[in-house]
């Protein structure tokens, strides 16, 4: 009698059990849809327009804890229904059976339920919004010494969060860069968020690379790092001193020729004002024959 009572209880139990988990089964089939801040976006309440006699249909917003939903907006044959907050920025189609929402917001991702009321069934269609906005291009900062780089990238008015990825060119090895600062932060009002990244190239350890940055999609202009601390100094200073020198030589010999001239002038002591200008000119094509 007792293992007859207790089978009966267990399989009450499940029965209850099953009900209860049916709505949740249920809403494993969601429609996804997605919307961009600022923009709008459609509600699909169904997609089977050939049932009649609608009697009305809503969409809400399920509470986190499953109860206490918030009404959106809707259409009903009988009642005129008061969408409150959402007045201007959604409008229900009955005959297409979808809501539209504009002027989106983060705060607007998440689940939507859907309840349509026919005449002789009723239906609910569950839509999961996700909202993206597009990250600002990022900005690039690069700041060297002689050891190594710092570069930062910056990219603001972003949706969702994202992680910053950075793209060394050509590819480096991890060991010689390394992550110094990341942070985001959320702008209070819009619900945006700026994104920033720092890393440390290590620029004794390889050749000059150039860099850049990308958030969500958005990309940064490529930037030459390390340089010209390791694309072998030597040569810029070799190079520096050569051309110095070559300079001063120049300068050294226009001196001269100058000096020579203007003597030459005082013996043939020439009135005419245009001479003066002949002795410029040969200084010039000494200097040129000299580079060549
Ligand atoms: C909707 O727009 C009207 C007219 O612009 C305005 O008077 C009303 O306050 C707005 N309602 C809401 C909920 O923003
Ligand atoms: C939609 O947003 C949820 C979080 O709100 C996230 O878990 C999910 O991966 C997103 N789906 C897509 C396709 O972006
Ligand atoms: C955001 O980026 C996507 C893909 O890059 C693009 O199709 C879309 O037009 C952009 N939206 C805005 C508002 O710029
Ligand atoms: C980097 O430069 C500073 C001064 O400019 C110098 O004191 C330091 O020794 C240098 N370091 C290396 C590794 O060359
Ligand atoms: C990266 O550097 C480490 C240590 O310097 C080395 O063991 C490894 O082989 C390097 N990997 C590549 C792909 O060069
Ligand atoms: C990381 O960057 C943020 C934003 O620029 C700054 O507020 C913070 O002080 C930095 N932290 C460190 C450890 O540098
Ligand atoms: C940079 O790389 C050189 C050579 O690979 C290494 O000796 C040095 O310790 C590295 N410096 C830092 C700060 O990682
Ligand atoms: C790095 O950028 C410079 C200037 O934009 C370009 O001339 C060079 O080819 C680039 N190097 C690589 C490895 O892409």
């Not at 399920?62 to 409150?84: A, E, M, Q, V």
């Not at 010494?145 to 910053?164: A, E, F, H, Q």
């Not at 072998?232 to 001239?261: M, N, R």
Request: aromatic share 8%; charged share 20%; glycine share 6%.
């Amino acid at each position: 009698m007792d293992v007859v009572y207790g089978m009966y209880v267990q399989w009450l139990l499940r029965c209850v059990l099953f009900l209860i988990s049916l709505p949740f089964l249920q809403s494993k089939d969601v429609t996804m849809v997605i919307g961009e801040v600022g923009g709008a976006v459609t509600i699909p309440c169904t997609s089977d327009l050939f049932e009649n006699h609608l009697v009305f249909m809503y969409v809400q917003r399920p509470g986190s804890n499953g109860n206490n939903p918030r009404f959106i907006n809707g259409y009903h044959t009988k009642k005129r229904l008061d969408p409150k907050e959402y007045t201007n920025r959604t409008h229900v189609d009955p005959r297409q059976r979808t809501m539209k929402l504009w002027s989106i917001l983060p705060s607007d991702e998440g689940l939507y339920e859907c309840h349509i009321q026919y005449q002789t069934k009723k239906k609910q269609e569950n839509i999961q919004l996700n909202v993206t906005a597009n990250y600002s291009i990022p900005i690039v900062t690069v700041a060297c010494d002689n050891v190594s780089c710092l570069v930062t990238c910056s990219s603001d008015s972003g949706y969702p969060r994202r992680d910053i990825e950075w793209s060394p060119n050509p590819p480096l090895n991890q060991s010689h860069w390394r992550v110094v600062n990341s942070s985001d932060v959320t702008d209070p009002v819009s619900m945006l968020f700026s994104v920033y990244s720092s890393i440390s190239v290590n620029c004794s350890s390889g050749p000059r690379l150039n860099l850049s940055c990308n958030v969500g999609g958005a990309l940064s202009q490529e930037h030459t790092v390390c340089w010209p601390q390791t694309g072998s100094p030597d040569v810029y200073v070799t190079s520096a001193v050569v051309a110095g020198a070559v300079a001063l030589l120049c300068f050294l010999l226009a001196g001269l020729f100058v000096f020579k001239e203007r003597k030459a002038q005082t013996a043939r002591v020439d009135q005419d004002g245009e001479e003066a200008a002949r002795p410029a000119e040969r200084v010039q094509l000494t200097c040129r024959n000299l580079d060549s």
